[in-house]
């Protein structure tokens, strides 16, 4: 199981028809597949997403992504390696998360009123069995309380692969997701315990990726992307604007 903070560095690409035979035959193993409903919360004005911070609920179980650097700090080093990744920080304990997207809107709403600011932690003194903490049982008052609204919902079907051993694939996992709204990407993701070497992952990610085919120079659109574009313009218009996707 991953840590409660860990980096996810992943590269999204198109997927063809033939994409589950090109895994199997570099060496990848299908470690299965299911299907999942995420739901993505917000404030109204978009707090959160305009700080490329994402806030979901998947299949009961809250995550925080937050991105580790800038859009320019991207372009630094390997450019063209590091555009097509993106780099988040993800946060999967309840108390954590809700402390880390109280901090946010602190940042960005100075006019939040000190109830918010102090108001306990939900579940806080729950004790930490594996998951639990993780998994309330309805009690979402907390998202009332910092005006967080559901602004996406979709399911995903997807098929995973790894790669065995401790060659150049070892710690790759490859996604091949399906949306309910009709789109189909493919993801391949590395995830890093926090303040470890970045770098290392982006060079397994573009070797698998070179041994898969895939070329281009510029990122491909994931499922969130596809959904707002489609379902919330304004939404959608206001991340590009603020260089956010």
């Known amino acids: 199981l991953q840590s409660t903070m860990s980096v996810e560095v992943e590269r999204k690409f198109v997927c063809d028809a033939d994409i589950q035979k090109q895994l199997e035959e570099i060496g990848a193993v299908c470690i299965g597949q299911k299907q999942f409903q995420d739901k993505y919360f917000d404030t109204p004005d978009f707090l959160l997403t305009l700080r490329d911070v994402w806030l979901r ?12 650097v800038t859009k320019a700090e991207d372009r630094v080093g390997e450019p063209q390696k590091a555009e097509l990744c993106s780099r988040y920080q993800e946060i999967t304990n309840l108390s954590q998360i809700q402390l880390k997207v109280r ?14 600011q102090t ?19 309805g009690n979402e008052s907390w998202l009332m309380e ?6 996406a919902e979709f399911t995903t079907q997807r098929c995973s692969f790894t790669f065995g051993g401790e060659g150049d694939e070892s710690g790759v996992r490859v996604d091949l997701d399906q949306a309910d709204f009709g789109y189909c990407v493919g993801e391949i993701e590395v995830l890093v315990p926090k303040g470890e070497d970045i770098q290392s992952a982006l060079r397994k990610i573009e070797k698998t990726a070179q041994r898969l085919g895939l ?31």
């Not at 609920?57 to 580790?68: A, V």
């Not at 932690?121 to 639990?132: F, I, S, W």
């Not at 910092?146 to 602004?151: A, P, Q, T």
């Open 57 to 68: 609920c998947r299949q009961g179980c809250w995550e925080l992504k937050c991105t580790t």
């Open 103 to 116: 901090e946010f809107m602190k940042e960005g709403n100075g006019e939040q009123k000190t109830a918010n």
């Open 146 to 151: 910092l005006n967080l609204v559901c602004f």
């Open 215 to 245: 070329s281009g120079d510029q990122r491909v659109q994931g499922k969130m992307d596809v959904y707002l574009q489609r379902y919330s313009p304004e939404h959608y218009a206001k991340l590009l604007s603020a260089s956010i996707l």
């Open 119 to 137: 108001h306990p932690v939900v579940h806080q003194d729950t004790p930490k069995t594996e998951g639990a903490e993780n998994c309330p049982t």
